[in-house]
């Protein structure tokens, strides 16, 4: 009968070592100590037994059964601890979160935006799809008239069905993609008046053969300034301020005349190359110059249009090429990535 119990007692302790699973430990614990368990079982023998060698083993057998309920409820300690630490088990590298990123236009915008609302220019916004109206005609851009040439676009339709209509009619378009930002200057003259001081980030479009240098969507920064006194020297000392923050205060502006229909006189601004400063190089094709700016005084007509009195003030407006200047800081010889969307190109800012 000892023997039985030694041999009980290390079968036990021996499993108990290897257990890892608290299901597998109860059910052990039941084999052995439950009311049907070999224990028990072992303790039902006893009656068999003379009195001397109840007392005897009885005892023995109760300090077994004692010690093992103990190891077994020390054991299931143990694998609840082991459990919990599981779950907390620090040592476990941590899953890597991806992190996104600003595309390189919005953070030349951030850039740009920074410098002008340090110089008290409101930052506005106008619809991407616009009207006839506002990207020509308000702008001083007749329909018909030979300037419409120098911007072509996608002309929209609304969908009508209204069969009354003549053929003429539904293919007459009042809605284009806005080509410029310059649109958001007679709505922004409109809604403010005059003093005002905005500049109107945003996408643009055209209708453009596409290719390294042109895609059909690209993005200006356009910037507007009304006021009494307002003279062209005004204009080309703000421009002066923003590409010297751009570009090093070293950078010079030169301005060139240019025809825009919405300006009077107008120019195209263009700095100091900063890969060469100046000397010529594939950049600046030779030139030591970089055009990253059309400006000019507003024409009367457009302040007119935006509820001005042309009598009164003055402005001077400007757009710059924002996929342009994102291209010149980033040296990136492709337009298309910019609205490619590939990620080996985007991660890279
Ligand atoms: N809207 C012109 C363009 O897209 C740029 C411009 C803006 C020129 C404002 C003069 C004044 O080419």
């Not at 009968?1 to 614990?29: F, T």
């Not at 310059?182 to 922004?188: L, T």
């Not at 920064?221 to 009494?228: N, Y």
């Not at 020297?233 to 090093?248: F, P």
Request: charged share 30%; net charge neutral; proline share 4%.
């Amino acid at each position: 009968m000892k023997e039985k119990l030694e041999q009980l007692k290390k079968e036990v302790l021996e499993k108990l070592k290897v257990i890892k699973d608290i299901q597998v430990l109860r059910d052990l614990e039941i084999k052995y100590l439950g009311r049907k368990g070999e224990l028990t079982l072992l303790l039902r023998q006893l009656s068999d037994l003379s009195l001397e060698q109840k007392k005897n083993i009885g005892s023995a057998a109760n300090d077994l059964k004692l010690e093992l309920a103990e190891k077994f409820k020390h054991a299931a300690e143990l694998l609840e601890s082991e459990k919990k630490n599981d779950f907390v088990d620090l040592t476990l590298p941590g899953e890597k979160i991806n992190r996104g990123r600003l595309h390189p236009l919005t953070i030349v915008q951030n850039e740009l935006e920074d410098i002008f609302t340090s110089l008290g220019f409101m930052i506005l916004d106008g619809p991407e799809l616009e009207s006839d109206y506002f990207n020509f005609e308000a702008l001083n851009i007749p329909k018909y008239h030979p300037a419409r040439d120098m911007q072509d676009t996608f002309y929209v339709t609304r969908t009508n069905t209204d069969l009354t209509r003549t053929n003429a009619d539904k293919t007459a378009s009042d809605l284009v993609l806005r080509t410029h930002t310059s649109p958001v200057q007679v709505r922004a003259m409109q809604k403010y008046g005059a003093p005002l001081r905005c500049v109107v980030p945003g996408r643009c479009f055209r209708s453009e053969a596409t290719d390294a240098r042109h895609e059909h969507t690209f993005y200006q920064l356009e910037g507007l300034m009304i006021d009494k006194d307002i003279s062209w020297a005004d204009m080309k000392g703000v421009l002066e301020v923003i590409v010297q923050r751009l570009y090093g205060p070293e950078t010079k502006l030169r301005m060139r005349p240019k025809f825009f229909p919405f300006v009077e006189p107008g120019n195209n601004g263009e700095v100091t190359c900063f890969i060469c400063r100046g000397a010529g190089c594939r950049l600046c094709k030779q030139t030591g110059w970089l055009e990253i700016v059309g400006s000019g005084m507003v024409h009367p007509n457009v302040l007119r249009a935006g509820g001005v009195d042309s009598k009164v003030y003055r402005g001077f407006a400007f757009g710059f090429g924002l996929t342009r200047l994102t291209m010149l800081k980033y040296n990136i010889n492709d337009i298309r990535l910019l609205n490619g969307g590939d990620l080996r190109f985007l991660e890279q800012f």
